[in-house]
């Protein structure tokens, strides 16, 4: 089982989730609204916030597990959905998870996913 963490542009959400629900058996998806900063921090950024006097960039945070075979479909989606060429762009980082336990039912492994 793979976990797919997406820092991507909030203007670019609706299109990416529009593409993931078209992969055949995606099983959910987290939102949260975020704010961060990548190696160019935000300097030159056009839609920088300052919080405590530190400049971020607002971003939105894609959470996604699936099984192995999955995790390609979903990191490809993404890359090219919210891809615009432009510095802060964001990135997908890609791990393992080792465990998923369905609340209400207690199952446990790729069949709770
Ligand atoms: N290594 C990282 N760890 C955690 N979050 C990151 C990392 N790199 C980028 N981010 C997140 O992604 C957002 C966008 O980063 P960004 O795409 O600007 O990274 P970058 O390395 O500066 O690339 P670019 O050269 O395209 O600007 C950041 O605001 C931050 O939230
Ligand atoms: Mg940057």
Redesign the pocket.
Known sequence: MKEIKA?IRPFKLLEVIDELTKIEGLPGVTVSE?????????KN?SDKIIYDMIE??P?V?LEVVVIDDMADDVVNVIQKYAHTG??????I?VCEVKEVVKIRTNERGEGAI
Do not use: C, E, V, Y
């Not at 975020?34 to 935000?42: L, M, N, P, T, V």
């Not at 432009?86 to 990135?91: I, Q, V």
């Open positions: 820092i975020i704010k961060g900063f990548g190696k160019s921090r935000a950024a971020f960039i971003r945070k432009n510095t802060g762009d964001g990135k980082f």
